[in-house]
């Protein structure tokens, strides 16, 4: 399994998301190309893709197809480096072979790497599986309150 930070947004990158997004959340927008580009070109955030060279994707080529994704955000605040893991999703067809486990790992090196003194995530209880992979790992669960808001619409 490769794990490669993206650089450049492609039609295969596109539609990667096309066939991921659905299966990270049923309610989820899936993103558009001026969306992704936002992600690959701040500084703020890493875009992580997980190749299987042992699959071709609809898109051909030799490097094998795209699935899964993760997204670091990193951003400074008063109190230090703050790093996040996000919308980790492996495709349901490749589950089972650590690739949710290598990109988050490839996540944590570059937020260390960054000064990051750790990283957070957060995952729904119904992602029974990703769950027990985040603890397996070493991810603690934090007793704290989270809150959002939610604009009108």
């Known amino acids: 399994m490769d794990i490669l930070e993206v650089h450049q947004v492609t039609d295969e990158l596109m539609a990667a998301f096309e066939r991921l997004v659905p299966q990270l959340s049923s309610s989820g927008r899936k993103p558009s190309r001026d969306e992704i580009t936002q992600i690959v070109e701040s500084p703020a955030t890493v875009l992580y893709i997980a190749r299987d060279p042992d699959r071709q994707g609809a898109q051909g080529g030799s490097q094998g197809e795209i699935v899964g994704t993760l997204t670091l955000a990193m951003y400074r605040i008063p109190t230090g480096l703050k790093a996040w ?13 650590r690739i949710g486990e290598l990109l988050c790992l490839a996540a944590i090196e570059r937020a260390k790497a960054a000064g990051a003194k750790g990283v957070d995530l957060t995952s729904r209880p119904s992602r029974e599986a990703a769950n027990r992979l985040y603890q397996r790992m070493g991810f603690q669960k934090r007793d704290t309150n989270s809150y959002r808001f939610n604009f009108p619409k």
């Not at 893991?85 to 072979?97: C, L, P």
């Open 85 to 97: 893991i996000e919308d980790v999703v492996v495709d349901e067809s490749a589950r089972g072979k």
